[in-house]
């Protein structure tokens, strides 16, 4: 497993954008799949984004897909999450997560996650 660390996170405006960064201990994390979820108050863990391990294949929401973009950065052991056009419905705790090979939609794949960091759209 790898530990996972969050930030970014903050309050934004309707329309603003924000990055999401997610760094990693560890000496295997290119061989790592990584995950974006998110988790509003009262309501399931929801999947956001993921990266497969060499970075070349993404997976997204439908309700993110155009406004947000997954990276990483394995030289830094750091995943992104860029946000752009936010919306109210955004608001949530973002978590990371990781499992090796794999970067799909399931959470309970995931056998690695970070705290969460919140973010909160204002209208």
């Known amino acids: 497993q790898v530990q996972l660390v969050e930030s970014g996170g903050g309050l934004v405006q309707a329309g603003g954008s924000l990055r999401l960064s997610c760094a990693a201990s560890?000496?295997?994390?290119?061989?790592?799949?990584l995950g974006w979820f998110r988790q509003a108050p009262g309501k399931e863990r929801e999947f956001v984004a993921a990266?497969?391990?060499?970075?070349?294949?993404?997976n997204y929401a439908n309700s993110v897909k155009g406004r947000f973009t997954i990276s990483r950065d394995n030289a830094k052991n750091t995943v992104y999450l860029q946000m752009n056009s936010l919306k109210p419905e955004d608001t949530a705790v973002y978590l990371c997560?990781?499992?090796?090979?794999?970067?799909?939609?399931?959470?309970?794949?995931?056998?690695?996650w970070g705290q969460g960091t919140q973010v909160t759209v204002s209208s």
């Open positions: 990266i497969s391990w060499g970075g070349s294949n993404t």
């Open positions: 560890g000496r295997t994390f290119s061989a790592y799949g």
């Open positions: 997560a990781a499992k090796p090979h794999y970067y799909g939609t399931d959470p309970t794949k995931y056998d690695s």
